[in-house]
């Protein structure tokens, strides 16, 4: 089953940092884009972070100085270092790949179950 499976989410202080990752299954074969969203409670899904093919990156301006995004093609992952957490960055974060050829076809937009992230203050 074709699958991007999160990690790396949980409790942390306000100024403290957590990584998350995201892997795609064995059943994935390559990925165009991939990206970070979060969803506070109450709200709708945002855009943190994403880094597309070519290896341009872009980060949503709340984060920017603080988050880095990185990718890795050969082990299909992808990871957010999230530094100087704020509580607004409370929120489930949720992995996404856009344009993702699978052994099975081609999928548009595939997204991982989700990790939640808490940052208390």
């Known amino acids: 089953q074709e699958k991007l499976v999160e990690s790396g989410g949980g409790l942390v202080q306000s100024g403290g940092s957590l990584r998350l990752s995201c892997v795609a299954s064995?059943?994935?074969?390559?990925?165009?884009?991939m990206g970070w969203y979060s969803q506070a409670p109450g709200k709708q899904r945002e855009l943190v972070a994403r880094?597309?093919?070519?290896?341009?990156?872009e980060y949503a301006d709340s984060v920017k100085g603080r988050f880095t995004i990185s990718r890795d093609n050969a082990k299909k992952e992808l990871d957010l270092q999230m530094n100087s957490l704020k509580p607004d960055d409370t929120g489930v974060y949720y992995c996404?790949?856009?344009?993702?050829?699978?052994?099975?076809?081609?999928?548009?937009?595939?997204w991982g179950q989700g990790t939640l992230v808490t940052v208390s203050s």
């Open positions: 880094v597309t093919s070519t290896g341009r990156i």
């Open positions: 064995n059943g994935i074969i390559g990925i165009n884009h």
């Open positions: 996404n790949a856009e344009g993702v050829l699978t052994s099975r076809g081609w999928h548009d937009e595939l």
